[in-house]
């Protein structure tokens, strides 16, 4: 079965902290994608990748960056942590193309303090 | 600027009755639409697509109409039952653009006894 998953289902940092979201799928899948979901707002598209290395930015990349080192992993890094990145993160993976749909982790809830 | 949008945050419906759940898009780019289903504290699963070229997918209990003219779509549900109480979010994409998805901001159904 499709497995992507998250490193922390919970998370809590302090303001400045530069902090490191993991998410590991095992599906062989060359796209992966990093949202955030906010109430009202739905799932905002932060960065994503479609092969090792490569990187694209997304809707809200400001005070993101990623990392995606090896096919099957994709880290998404916050510089310097503050308080309006407080939210859900949701990883996602998918194989190529618009009608492959993409396969999401439950999620980090990251609190900013 | 939100391309595509739910407007409706909640939705109650009956036990057996018929769930209709609506969604806007203004970017005539778009060419396939999915939607997706979330439980609390789980990640979105995926539910049902359609491409730009039908106006109707049915898998199920689930039917998904679309209105390329008017830019919507809806998706059916018939019968509700317990189990269909979840957030459920339209998503569009665009052909060769690495299946990036643009969410509206959810609908939240209860079905009820």
């Known amino acids: 079965d499709v497995k992507v998953t998250q490193s922390s289902r919970y998370l809590v940092k302090r303001t400045g902290e530069k902090v490191f979201l993991e998410c590991v799928q095992d599906m062989d899948h060359e796209n992966m994608f990093w949202y955030r979901q906010d109430p009202g707002l739905g799932l905002r598209l932060i960065y994503f990748s479609y092969d090792v290395k490569m990187k694209e930015k997304g809707d809200i990349p400001e005070g993101y960056s990623v990392s995606r080192e090896k096919k099957e992993r994709f880290s998404l890094i916050l510089e310097s942590a503050s308080t309006n990145q407080t939210s859900m993160y949701l990883c996602?993976?998918?194989?190529?193309?618009?009608?492959?749909?993409?396969?999401f982790g439950d999620g980090t809830r990251l609190s900013i303090l | 600027d939100q391309q595509v949008k739910q407007n409706s945050p909640s939705l109650s419906v009956q036990e057996g009755r018929i769930s209709i759940l609506n969604c806007d898009y203004t970017?005539?780019?778009?060419?396939?639409f999915l939607w997706y289903k979330k439980y609390p504290a789980e990640g979105p699963t995926f539910l049902i697509s359609i491409s730009s070229i039908k106006d109707k997918n049915e898998d199920g209990r689930f039917t998904v109409f679309l209105n390329k003219s008017a830019k919507h779509l809806s998706l059916h549900i018939v019968p509700s039952q317990p189990g269909d109480s979840a957030v459920y979010f339209c998503?569009?994409?665009?052909?060769?653009?690495?299946?990036?998805?643009?969410f509206g901001a959810g609908t939240q159904v209860v079905v009820t006894p």
């Open positions: 970017n005539s780019m778009f060419d396939y």
């Open positions: 998503a569009a994409s665009i052909t060769d653009s690495w299946g990036k998805l643009q």
């Open positions: 996602a993976s998918s194989s190529p193309g618009p009608i492959q749909p993409q396969h």
